[in-house]
């Protein structure tokens, strides 16, 4: 059964994936156009952002009982339905039907999260489950990177937001219909093993399996009728219990969604002055991201879970104390306040603040020369040396390439701590290893 739905199975896992990471990236680059169009204020800009969360939330408070009153397949084609309903709002001209389609899409993203990754695993061999899971968490990080990349290809376009929004349509409906059509395939598969096995089966093995299913089930609904069981101290429950919570809780406290949200305004606020180059840097953070994610999944069972969140975790200290520490010396807007329109177009930028990542290579040499020139002059007629503009210019290059090279070190020290550890039965896997 396993390998007759394999192709299918893998194409819904990664599409639940890329259709989450498309998500969660594409408000990054959109924020820019909608904010230069809509003139929305600092409150607004937030509030659309996190009306994705907000989203989330609702569904995280009755997920649970959706899924098990109507059962996984029927979670994720609602999931669906209300990502393309979503998207389809967030197509209107008008910020309240952007925040009613960003609530919307969060919903159904939780929805999809919550079940896709149990349910495909469910469809295929226990050989196989490990593999589905993969397969989701590589669909986030290549939909972020899709997302970043949208972003830039659209950064020119006259209400390229729209576009971007609803590009996540069409994978929206390839899952669909492979959710569709991979339950149908599984139940002819079910329907025809179990009849071949029962063929084979003499009467006494049969009556022997139907007893042990019996059991099976009893023993599971107990299980399950007592949650007690994860605060008592039996097996160390109550220990692995409090570091579950504490890795899902400081995987949001680590900052890593507002990187992913924001992560071209940041990069706009430290020294990218023009719009493109900020999206660019963001498409490489995305890059960045998926060679990371790729380098956890084939060491994370060789090398241990444990280890690797312990390294990732360390990079990340180090790397944001460094962005910190440098975004003091960046040539931040501060004065330039969120309201402020920002077009795609860089400022007239004077030869102190313009930043090199905004100047070609022969005109940054030539202004390097002519201010040699001009300090040198005016050591010959006895004047004071005026302050030579090339240092700034420099120094603020090199700032900036501090800064972007600290945030994909960050992305990637995520990656390959908190990513693999913190995906579905991955958590279990991480607490077996520990104890």
Known sequence: MGSSILPLASVVSTLGGLV?????????????????????????????????????????????????????RNAI??????????????????????????????????ISSMSCCIFVSEMVSPDRRGFMVILYEAGITVGILVAYAVNYLLSDSRRGWKWMFGFAILPTLLQLLSVWFLSSSMKKDVS?????????????????VDDAKLTSSKDSKRAQCDSMYLFQSKDNMRTRTV????????????????????????????????????????????????????ISMVFSDRVGRRPMLISGCSV???GLIIIGAFCGHSPMNAKTSC???????????????QSVF??????????FHNNTRHENLSFEVGQKPLEPAVSPTI???????????????????????????????????????IF
């Not at 008008?94 to 919903?107: D, K, M």
């Not at 025809?192 to 022997?208: G, K």
């Not at 913190?422 to 077996?432: P, T």
Request: net charge negative; with cysteine.
């Open 20 to 72: 989450f990471g498309y998500e969660l990236g594409i408000i990054s680059g959109a924020l820019f156009q909608l904010k230069a169009e809509f003139s929305l204020s600092c409150v607004q800009q937030e509030a659309l952002v996190s009306s994705l969360l907000f989203g989330a939330l609702l569904a995280s408070t009755i997920g649970g009982w959706l899924i098990d009153r109507h059962g996984r």
């Open 77 to 110: 084609l609602l999931s669906n339905i209300l990502i393309l309903t979503g998207s389809l709002v967030l197509l209107i001209s008008s910020y309240p039907a952007l925040v009613v389609g960003r609530i919307t899409v969060g919903f159904a993203m939780c």
């Open 192 to 208: 025809y093993c179990c009849q071949t096995e029962r063929v084979l089966m003499s009467p006494a093995e049969t009556q022997e």
């Open 243 to 294: 570091i579950g919570l504490g890795l899902v809780l400081f995987q949001q406290f680590t900052g890593q969604p507002n990187i992913l949200f924001y992560a071209s305004t940041i990069f706009s606020s430290v020294g990218f002055q023009s719009t493109n180059a900020a999206l660019l840097a963001s498409t490489g953070l995305g890059l960045v991201k998926v060679i990371a994610t790729l």
């Open 316 to 318: 990340m200290a180090l």
């Open 339 to 353: 309201n402020s329109v920002n077009t795609t177009d860089p400022p007239q930028l004077t030869a102190v603040n």
């Open 358 to 367: 905004n100047l070609p290579l022969d005109e940054s040499l030539r202004l």
């Open 395 to 433: 120094h603020s290059s090199v700032v900036n390439w501090v800064i972007l090279l600290c945030m994909m070190a960050v992305v990637s020290a995520y990656s390959v701590g908190f990513g693999p550890s913190l995906y579905n039965n991955s958590i279990h896997c991480f607490l077996n290893e």
